[in-house]
């Protein structure tokens, strides 16, 4: 069998939320490196594979797909693994997803580029990303005080996407001392048999200069 293989590099909490489900999964799985930051994604070659020049995509035998949320939701379809059990938990998930992709993960990323890699200092855009992060950074804290994990007591994959940025709280300036159910919930995590940070599962950390 074919193994399956995910486009990635290090530094993306994107690819992480793929890479870290297809090890969280037990799948045998292949790293395929993009060198984001000199371009690669954006050549003729990886935009037949991904149209919308982003990272990740996912190979699998004949079957490729982009988008981390959807990428999530079939791989736990293909594993049968930290998904929905019931048609409410389903819409709970969506729920999770959107909400982390519009906001959450949306602004982390954001700031977290602009800080780290951008290296633009503190600027009226960081400033305005912080302000966006904190409130999302609080309901996902108050949601934690009463659930061990997203949807109740077993992760999922709106665990696993929200999560996808969260291990480098130090590149966007937040301490997780401010959100002790968040600090936990990422602990719970980081429990699970199969979980390794990022910058170790996935190819290209550090950056070459």
């Given at each position: ?5 995910l486009t990635c590099f290090a530094q993306s909490g994107n690819a992480y939320k793929a890479a870290l489900m297809l ?70 998930i969506l729920r999770w997803l959107l909400w982390d992709n519009h906001k959450l993960t949306g602004y982390v990323a ?43 007591d077993e992760p999922t994959i709106a665990d696993i996407s929200m999560c996808g940025y969260l291990f480098w709280p ?40």
């Amino acid at each position: 069998m074919t193994k399956i293989q995910l486009t990635c590099f290090a530094q993306s909490g994107n690819a992480y939320k793929a890479a870290l489900m297809l090890n969280l999964c037990g799948a045998d799985w292949d790293a395929k490196f993009v060198d984001f930051f000199n371009g690669e994604s954006k050549t003729p070659e990886y935009l037949e594979l991904n149209e919308m020049g982003e990272v990740p995509a996912l190979i699998d035998g004949e079957k490729s797909l982009s988008q981390s949320g959807v990428i999530l939701k079939y791989l736990s379809k293909k594993f049968n693994k930290f998904d929905a059990k019931t048609e409410d938990e389903e819409l709970e998930i969506l729920r999770w997803l959107l909400w982390d992709n519009h906001k959450l993960t949306g602004y982390v990323a954001a700031l977290r580029y602009l800080l780290q890699f951008a290296k633009t200092g503190e600027t009226d855009v960081t400033q305005f990303l912080r302000a966006r992060i904190k409130p999302c950074l609080k309901i996902l804290n108050n949601h934690l005080e009463n659930n061990a994990f997203a949807i109740g007591d077993e992760p999922t994959i709106a665990d696993i996407s929200m999560c996808g940025y969260l291990f480098w709280p130090d590149e966007f300036g937040v301490s997780w001392a401010d959100y002790p159910a968040i600090a936990s919930w990422l602990d719970r995590i980081k429990a699970l048999d199969g979980w390794v940070h990022p910058y170790e599962l996935m190819p290209g950390h550090p950056l070459k200069d």
